[in-house]
């Protein structure tokens, strides 16, 4: 009784550990053009955590849909990717990256 007491305490620690959390996350780019489309990618392609496939490009509400793994990126690095193509993301601009 005692060994399954600590079994069933122990698989709950470990249910409890996630590995992996994917978010949707909306960003607004409102100086971004069709043009920009490969450019966003480009910069997003080496960090790990973006899902690549889940890209949505509504250029009328100069928006861009995406998900990502909060575990291994978080969203102002998404934001500060982009802002260092030129165009401002969610109010990061280039010029607070240095840009």
């Known amino acids: 009784m005692k060994k399954l007491a600590i079994l069933l305490a122990l698989s709950a620690v470990f249910a409890g550990c996630r590995r992996a959390d994917v ?14 489309e490969q450019q966003i990618k480009a910069a997003l392609a080496p960090y790990g955590g973006v899902v690549k496939t889940s890209y949505r490009f509504d250029h ?13 990126i978080a969203k102002k690095n998404i934001e500060m990717a982009i802002a260092e193509t030129g165009l401002a993301a969610n109010g990061v601009t280039p010029a607070s990256v240095g840009k």
């Open 23 to 36: 978010r949707d996350f909306t960003i607004s780019i409102p100086d971004m053009t069709p043009q920009h």
């Open 60 to 72: 009328q509400a100069k928006t861009l849909f995406l998900q990502f793994d909060s575990m291994q």
